[in-house]
């Protein structure tokens, strides 16, 4: 905390457990002598648990355990959650369906054909990429930041990626 001096600290809200954590910060927290307040949020945990066990993750931090790669994922998710969340639009390699399918959004979406969610998931995805906008040159230089390039009109997965590929060059 005094090394890197953060303005916000998230913990990961799926453990009844977190809020003692929650308080334990807080106290550490309140005996610094420091004029900046430093947040302490919780954040869900759902996105980050799909990144810690994909394929992505264990490539990007190898070495990494399991909970440090879902730690980068909650923070990644906080500072942009379209990013994180379009990221997760690839098949897993485990089961061979798409990420996004393993979210538990609804208690009965696992009643509703998988082709017809996926699809109104890539039009909501789209519509909501195309209302925020996406810092393309910026996704260029941080691969953890190109997910939504796929969602803009008129691109798809293989045009973003050849955008991508060329902007790096």
């Not at 005996?31 to 799909?50: G, H, K, M, N, W």
């Not at 998710?77 to 990013?83: G, K, Q």
């Not at 810092?135 to 969602?151: E, H, T, V, Y």
């Amino acid at each position: 905390v005094e090394q890197h001096k953060p303005e916000l600290i998230v913990i990961d809200a799926g453990n009844l457990l977190a809020r003692n954590f929650k308080s334990d910060i807080e106290k550490v927290l309140s005996s610094y002598d420091t004029t900046a307040e430093i947040r302490v949020e919780f954040v869900d945990p759902c996105v980050s648990v799909l990144y810690r066990n994909s394929d992505d993750a264990i490539k990007e931090f190898q070495s990494w355990s399991v909970g440090q790669r879902q730690a980068v994922s909650l923070g990644r998710f906080v500072l942009d959650p379209i990013s994180e969340l379009t990221k997760r639009w690839c098949l897993d390699s485990k089961t061979g369906k798409n990420e996004l399918l393993s979210l538990p959004l609804h208690k009965n979406m696992n009643d509703v054909d998988s082709a017809k969610l996926l699809q109104a998931f890539r039009r909501v995805l789209m519509d909501i990429t195309c209302e925020v906008g996406v810092l393309i040159n910026m996704a260029a230089q941080r691969d953890f930041l190109n997910g939504p390039i796929q969602f803009l009109s008129g691109l798809g997965p293989r045009k973003a990626q050849h955008l991508i590929y060329e902007l790096k060059r």
